[in-house]
């Protein structure tokens, strides 16, 4: 139960009702169920009878925090409490009132219950009223840049999905006409495709320029080879800068240890391309791109979903699937006990289900790295007949 929709229903209830402005009489229940689930009564309050209209008819005026109109009784202490209960929840803006109520609940001891009734519905209305806020979300954009006083400038609003929908529009006019080179297109699109991702709009919906420039895929050094080598043959230019860029690629990626690395060695090889492509005075284009001719590999989505469901054995990919489905039968009685040990260790490394897909396809082929030749070759053979 929520405090701001019991207190703004028993507001609207009570204020419609030609009655007391207080407890008494009363038919709705809301504000004392929800003061009793959140402990703000004491035991002997609810232990107490609710007082009624005709327990008040011969006290005298001072018995009330309201001496004029006779409301708010505080004669007992189960009278203050509720008096307290109902002033703080239906927060009527009666000064006089809440002061009398404090007052008269000092006089009797209970003043720390009565405090902590008022501090409670205070801090309540005010996180209801701070809930009820409209939001302002901050601004976000596709690329800033600096200048040399320090100040920003913002290019490409992603702040919602309309903002990210018309700044792909816009950016892919832009694009078109030759006013963005591609490094700085690259960048742009990333961020939007990312946006768009988070914002839930669908990438159909964003320019297929944008789609091919900010979605990252795995980079092919030896397609990109023979790729970059049509290329410059149908521009006309000198392929062997070119062709360098490429080998050198092929170099950084044999040595890269993670696929990160790979990509940031392939994305710095695409910029020097862009620069070979601006002084021999070749437009960007989508298809001719050295990022589309470097980045002809799967999705990092697709990479991941592979290599997270993928154990390489003897460098041979095998679907994780089919490790886990060797009967154990197969495993104790063609395999010797400590081949068997670690094929069972490999199973149960990828049956775990708190650990990531990468961890557990890296821990189960860490596992049958440790085969003897022999053995694994035993293992691909008895996997190729399932």
Not at 181 to 201: C, N, T, W
Request: aromatic letters at 8%; proline letters at 6%.
């Amino acid at each position: 139960m929520t405090a701001e929709v019991d207190f703004t229903h028993h507001f609207n209830y009570t204020k419609s009702m030609p009655t007391r402005d207080d407890y008494i009489g009363q038919n709705n229940p809301a504000i004392f169920k929800y003061a009793t689930d959140n402990n703000l009564i004491p035991d002997d309050v609810l232990d107490s009878p609710m007082i009624q209209e005709e327990d008040l008819k011969d006290l005298a005026n001072t018995a009330f925090a309201n001496p004029y109109a006779r409301t708010y009784p505080c004669h007992t202490k189960a009278a203050c409490v509720n008096s307290a209960l109902w002033d703080a929840a239906t927060h009527p803006g009666n000064e006089l009132v809440t002061a009398n109520i404090k007052k008269m609940a000092a006089a009797q001891g209970i003043q720390a219950e009565v405090d902590n009734i008022y501090n409670h519905f205070a801090e309540a209305f005010t996180k209801a009223a701070a809930a009820n806020e409209p939001q302002v979300k901050e601004a976000a954009y596709a690329l800033t840049l600096t200048k040399e006083d320090g100040t920003e400038d913002h290019f490409f609003n992603i702040t919602e999905a309309q903002d990210t929908i018309r700044s792909a529009e816009e950016a892919d006019r832009q694009y078109r006409a030759g006013n963005i080179a591609d490094p700085y297109f690259r960048k742009i699109a990333s961020s939007l495709v990312g946006a768009a991702a988070e914002q839930g709009v669908p990438q159909e919906e964003l320019p297929r320029s944008v789609r091919a420039f900010g979605t990252t895929r795995v980079p092919d050094p030896y397609m990109a080879e023979l790729a970059v080598r049509d290329f410059c043959k149908r521009s006309n230019v000198a392929p062997e800068p070119y062709v360098q860029e490429v080998l050198a690629l092929q170099a950084i990626m044999e040595k890269a240890a993670a696929m990160d690395e790979a990509i940031n060695g392939a994305s710095y090889i695409a910029d020097k391309m862009c620069e070979l492509n601006l002084s021999n005075g070749i437009l960007p284009g989508v298809e001719d791109s050295p990022y589309s001719l470097i980045f002809q590999g799967p999705t990092m989505d697709e990479f991941m979903k592979y290599a997270g469901s993928t154990v390489y054995i003897m460098d041979v990919p095998v679907p994780a699937e089919e490790v886990i489905n060797i009967p154990a039968t197969t495993i104790d009685t063609q395999f010797a006990p400590q081949a068997g040990q670690m094929i069972h260790a490999a199973q149960a490394k990828l049956q775990e289900e708190t650990a990531d897909a990468m961890d557990k396809v890296a821990a189960a082929a860490e596992a049958l790295s440790k085969l003897s030749p022999g053995a694994a070759r035993q293992l691909l053979w008895v996997l190729s007949q399932q």
